[in-house]
């Protein structure tokens, strides 16, 4: 096995789940807040609300995007107020923006979002928020208009969490939720405005978790360190956020292995580093009994993430690989390997207006390619950039027989994540390239249920 491609594959794949996102990050900047100027003396007497309880007139003293730059929350008519908690190195928070913005119009005068930002860091000033959220007009276009209170950090204290984006709903003065995003759907909202019950799954922050620990402790299980050998699975385990990496002893001995709270898919793609490659998800072939281990499902995600930790004497990279695997075989019963299947596919080769303006400063390559980005373009890029957007958009897989070594510049159409193969020909036509069909063998990753 390529020791290089398991590196890069241990090293790669980290799932920020929707609602998991950023651990160690979260952590840090959670012990490191301080309490507002407000109630500086007075933090031992800050205690925690918890669902359920009753909400204080909590003072927002700075707020963009209202004319005062000042709130009190029972001054708030609506009859639903969620407060989303963010920090500016969170991206998926910031992503999120435009969906609460669209709930906020949704509902009008019955939802109140406040966009909270209750970090007093370098990396949250006044200034850093500005610059952050006008990058990200700049790049996509939207910038919010939702009422953003910035350095309540006494906000930590009432909610304490440690990973963002973080939700407290609040109505009757009232916690009554203190969630992820994957419970911010229109339904939740729009039962509860209804004066219906709804049954919120609540987020679990552990403010003294370390992933020095072993899950076997964490569960109550047994003494962790008393084991010489040992491997676990479990299924989701809330308020530990998601991760995956390689531990190592006193001696900087390879020692552990662990994946937390993530999907089966990326399990299997850090077991089988060489069996996925770099093939796109377009050569995935998915032939299980129950096909859904393998789907994100909104209502049942809980279901489709694990936790595993393998513990062991010194050992190397590629027996940690070899012990997970055999331990998803025993588990799960699917098998992984790489094979030829005949199928329609297309390749990409230059047509006869093909040409390249090229770049003599490294310093101008621009990869803009995220679905959001409003001017998307690749600029300097090697065609290989090219052919995996393109993969990332067809269901049929794209090869690239263009035998190009030159970099390229392209402009994308804002909506191109939604053409489909006959509307990407007429594009890549218009920049100099032709996508031809084909039948024939090519190369895909197949995961099969063993019989």
Same mark, same amino acid.
């Given at each position: 096995?390529?020791?290089?491609?398991?590196?890069?594959?241990?090293?790669?794949?980290?799932?920020?789940?929707?609602?998991?996102?950023?651990?160690?990050?979260?952590? =840090?900047?959670?012990?490191?807040?301080?309490?507002?100027?407000?109630?500086?003396?007075?933090?031992?007497?800050?205690?925690?609300?918890? /669902?359920?309880?009753?909400?204080?007139?909590?003072?927002?003293?700075? /707020?963009?995007? #209202?004319?005062?730059?000042?709130?009190?929350?029972?001054?708030?008519?609506?009859?639903?107020?969620?407060?989303?908690?963010?920090?500016?190195?969170?991206?998926?928070?910031?992503?999120?923006?435009?969906?609460?913005?669209?709930?906020?119009?949704?509902?009008?005068?019955?939802?109140?979002?406040?966009?909270?930002?209750?970090?007093?860091?370098?990396?949250?000033?006044?200034?850093?928020?500005?610059?952050?959220?006008?990058?990200?007009?700049?790049?996509?276009?939207?910038?919010? !208009? %939702?009422?953003?209170?910035?350095?309540?950090?006494?906000?930590?204290?009432?909610?304490?969490? $440690?990973?963002?984006?973080?939700?407290?709903?609040?109505?009757?003065?009232?916690? @009554?939720?203190?969630?992820?995003?994957?419970?911010?759907?229109?339904? &939740? *909202?729009?039962?509860?405005?209804?004066?219906?019950?709804?049954?919120?799954?609540?987020?679990?922050?552990?403010?003294?978790?370390?992933?020095?620990?072993?899950?076997?402790?964490?569960?109550?299980?047994?003494?962790?360190?008393?084991?010489?050998?040992?491997? $676990?699975? #479990?299924?989701?385990?809330?308020?530990?956020?998601?991760?995956? !990496?390689?531990? !190592?002893?006193?001696?900087?001995?390879?020692?552990?292995?662990?994946?937390?709270? *993530?999907?089966?898919? #990326?399990?299997?793609?850090?077991?089988?580093?060489?069996?996925?490659? &770099? %093939?796109?998800?377009?050569?995935?072939?998915?032939?299980?009994?129950?096909?859904?281990?393998?789907?994100?499902?909104?209502?049942?995600?809980?279901?489709?993430?694990?936790?595993?930790?393998?513990?062991?004497?010194?050992? =190397?990279?590629?027996?940690?690989?070899?012990?997970?695997?055999?331990?998803?075989?025993?588990?799960?019963?699917?098998?992984?390997? #790489?094979?030829?299947?005949?199928?329609?596919?297309?390749?990409?080769?230059?047509?006869?207006?093909?040409?390249?303006?090229?770049? !003599?400063?490294?310093?101008?390559?621009?990869?803009? $390619?995220?679905?959001?980005? %409003?001017?998307?373009?690749?600029?300097?890029?090697?065609?290989?950039?090219?052919?995996?957007?393109?993969?990332? $958009?067809?269901?049929?897989?794209?090869?690239?027989?263009?035998? %190009?070594?030159? &970099?390229? &510049? @392209?402009?994308?159409?804002?909506?191109?994540?939604?053409?489909? @193969?006959?509307?990407?020909? =007429?594009?890549?036509?218009?920049?100099?390239?032709?996508?031809?069909?084909?039948?024939?063998?090519?190369? /895909?990753?197949?995961?099969?249920?063993?019989?």
């Amino acid at each position: 096995m390529n020791s290089t491609m398991v590196k890069k594959a241990l090293r790669g794949i980290f799932i920020c789940y929707l609602l998991l996102i950023n651990f160690l990050s979260a952590k =840090t900047q959670a012990q490191g807040t301080q309490a507002h100027p407000q109630f500086a003396n007075e933090q031992s007497f800050v205690v925690p609300i918890k /669902v359920g309880d009753p909400v204080p007139n909590i003072r927002f003293a700075n /707020v963009l995007n #209202t004319p005062s730059k000042e709130l009190k929350l029972y001054d708030i008519p609506a009859k639903l107020i969620l407060l989303d908690m963010w920090t500016t190195w969170c991206t998926s928070c910031i992503d999120g923006f435009p969906k609460m913005e669209k709930l906020q119009k949704k509902f009008g005068k019955d939802l109140q979002v406040l966009l909270v930002n209750s970090s007093s860091d370098k990396y949250n000033t006044v200034e850093k928020i500005l610059t952050t959220l006008s990058r990200k007009k700049e790049k996509t276009g939207y910038y919010p !208009g %939702l009422p953003i209170p910035i350095a309540d950090t006494i906000l930590n204290y009432y909610f304490p969490h $440690i990973t963002v984006p973080h939700y407290v709903w609040i109505m009757d003065k009232k916690v @009554i939720g203190i969630t992820s995003q994957l419970e911010v759907q229109e339904e &939740n *909202i729009q039962d509860l405005i209804d004066g219906k019950k709804v049954s919120l799954n609540m987020k679990d922050d552990q403010s003294s978790y370390e992933f020095t620990q072993d899950l076997s402790s964490r569960t109550n299980m047994i003494d962790g360190s008393k084991f010489l050998y040992k491997s $676990i699975i #479990t299924g989701f385990k809330p308020g530990i956020g998601a991760a995956n !990496g390689i531990g !190592g002893d006193e001696n900087n001995n390879i020692t552990k292995l662990f994946l937390i709270n *993530i999907d089966l898919l #990326t399990m299997y793609k850090t077991a089988y580093p060489e069996a996925f490659g &770099n %093939l796109p998800a377009n050569r995935l072939l998915i032939e299980v009994q129950d096909s859904t281990l393998f789907q994100y499902n909104l209502d049942k995600w809980r279901n489709n993430v694990y936790c595993y930790e393998l513990t062991t004497s010194p050992t =190397t990279v590629e027996q940690l690989l070899n012990y997970l695997r055999q331990d998803l075989f025993r588990y799960f019963n699917i098998n992984v390997r #790489t094979e030829g299947r005949k199928m329609k596919y297309y390749v990409l080769t230059k047509n006869s207006n093909f040409s390249v303006k090229r770049f !003599g400063n490294s310093d101008d390559s621009v990869i803009e $390619i995220e679905p959001q980005d %409003l001017h998307k373009k690749l600029r300097n890029q090697p065609v290989s950039q090219l052919v995996n957007m393109l993969n990332s $958009i067809s269901i049929y897989p794209i090869l690239d027989s263009t035998g %190009l070594k030159d &970099n390229i &510049n @392209i402009d994308f159409p804002f909506d191109i994540y939604k053409y489909d @193969i006959d509307k990407l020909k =007429t594009f890549v036509a218009n920049n100099g390239f032709l996508l031809e069909e084909r039948f024939g063998e090519i190369d /895909v990753t197949v995961i099969s249920s063993n019989k």
